[in-house]
Nanobody, 119 residues
Framework: VQLVESGGGLVQAGGSLRLSCAAS????????VGWYRQAPGKKRELVAE???????NYADFVKGRFTITRDNAKNTVYLQMNSLKPEDTAVYYC??????????????WGQGTQVTVSS
């Protein structure tokens, strides 16, 4: 299984970006998917997560600004980020639990995508 993030970039404060996390490989279903971020010198932190059924959970610092969604047919999870702030600058990673069938589960990370918000 491979997880690939995309959609990062440089944006001005107040702007928007949409990140994608696409899974490929042997996949029967994707269970929980989380978006995390890590700024320089800081610990990696949870931003948002979504279950297979669509239940979501957000960190307080992004509530009302970010939205996580998923397209199960495309094995892809999205993070719509609005009203971006300079403090949102970080490398964003997705983490997914994938049911590969035959009682096999994959739990892994993508390579990350850089988000930079200028003031």
């Amino acid at each position: 299984v491979q997880l690939v993030e995309s959609g990062g970039g440089l944006v001005q404060a107040g702007g928007s970006l949409r990140l994608s996390c696409a899974a490929s490989g042997i996949i029967r279903s994707i269970n929980v998917v989380g978006w995390y971020r890590q700024a320089p010198g800081k610990k990696r932190e949870l931003v948002a997560e979504i279950t297979r059924s669509g239940s979501t959970n957000y960190a307080d610092f992004v509530k009302g600004r970010f939205t996580i969604t998923r397209d199960n047919a495309k094995n892809t999870v999205y993070l719509q980020m609005n009203s971006l702030k300079p403090e949102d600058t970080a490398v964003y990673y997705c983490k997914a639990e994938v049911d590969m069938g035959y009682d096999s589960t994959y739990l892994g990370w993508g390579q990350g995508t850089q988000v930079t918000v200028s003031s």
